[in-house]
């Protein structure tokens, strides 16, 4: 309960610091631009993460099968979640039109930096599972107050760059706690490598960017347009090239993928 009292009070202080020190307007644009990008593995990752968590907590005592369990997680949620966040990096200024209108086109910046934010922090979430398995709640709940420092002192001091100083803010210190919660959570709890942490995402990674380096190039020029039509074209097929690119290279996923969805 104190650990997702105290994430409750992490995921806003960013918002309080911006809307005290760059007033109501910037505050604005940065919680739609940070509303939107947090939805899709706050939506994702619990569905999983309630599944993998009683099997995990079956194997709490086989160190090695708990590694693999929670590698697979990882990767399974980076194959859904990579695209979405590459999308909004590579298009987000489709992303804006397509959601939010014209009108909100300035939230365009600050969706792309928060965008590789979310990625990152998306791969940080399953953590929890992996800790609750192994009865170590008092690590998650420790780990989110020291992050409470952690987070408001830079954010604050990146306040002084405008909206984007922010943005660019929490990206570096995400990075930093990304390294660093391999070490102290991942790494002491299941004994997972940081080679072994980032093969699991290589893959998803680079399935996921394979479509936005083809259409980008290609998009980048009728964006500025502002048409909604266009922005809608690129989403469309920024999803059939990814869906090629999966029948080519990791069919498998798609199969399982599609056996999960179907299953009770």
């Given amino acids: 309960m104190g650990e997702k009292f105290i994430d409750y ?9 911006v809307g005290k020190l760059l007033g109501i307007e910037a505050l604005g644009i940065y919680n739609i631009a940070k509303s939107f ?16 968590f009683p099997v995990m ?21 980076a194959f859904i979640n990579f695209p979405v966040f590459l999308f909004m990096f590579f298009f987000a200024e489709s992303v804006i039109l397509l959601v939010f209108g014209q009108k909100w086109i300035e939230a365009a910046m600050p969706l792309r930096i928060l965008s590789v934010y979310s990625m990152i922090r998306s ?14 709640a008092d690590q998650g709940f420790f780990w989110n107050l020291a992050q409470t420092f952690i987070l408001s002192i830079p954010v604050y001091f990146g306040s002084k760059g405008g909206l984007l100083g922010v943005c660019y803010t929490l990206l570096i210190v995400q990075v930093c706690l ?12 299941c004994g997972a490598s940081f080679s072994e942490f980032l093969s699991s ?3 998803p990674l680079f399935l996921s960017i394979i479509p936005a380096v083809i259409l980008f190039p290609v998009s980048h020029y009728f964006i500025t347009s502002g048409s909604f039509n266009l922005s809608l074209l690129n989403l469309s097929i920024y999803l059939i090239i990814l869906l090629i690119v999966h029948l080519l ?3 498998n996923f798609l199969k399982e993928s599609t056996r999960l969805f179907l299953s009770k």
């Fill in 37 to 52: 990008v947090l939805k899709p593995f706050q939506v994702v990752n619990p569905i999983l993460t309630r599944v993998a």
């Fill in 57 to 77: 907590a079956k194997v709490q005592d086989d160190i090695s099968k708990l590694k693999f369990i929670y590698l697979k997680m990882q990767n399974v949620l």
């Fill in 201 to 203: 995402f290589r893959m």
């Fill in 178 to 189: 990304f390294l660093i919660s391999w070490r102290v959570m991942v790494n002491y709890v």
């Fill in 9 to 17: 009070f992490n995921s806003d202080i960013d918002s309080i610091i």
């Fill in 249 to 251: 290279m990791n069919r």
């Fill in 123 to 136: 791969t940080m979430n399953p953590i929890g599972s992996l800790q609750l398995a192994r009865g170590k």
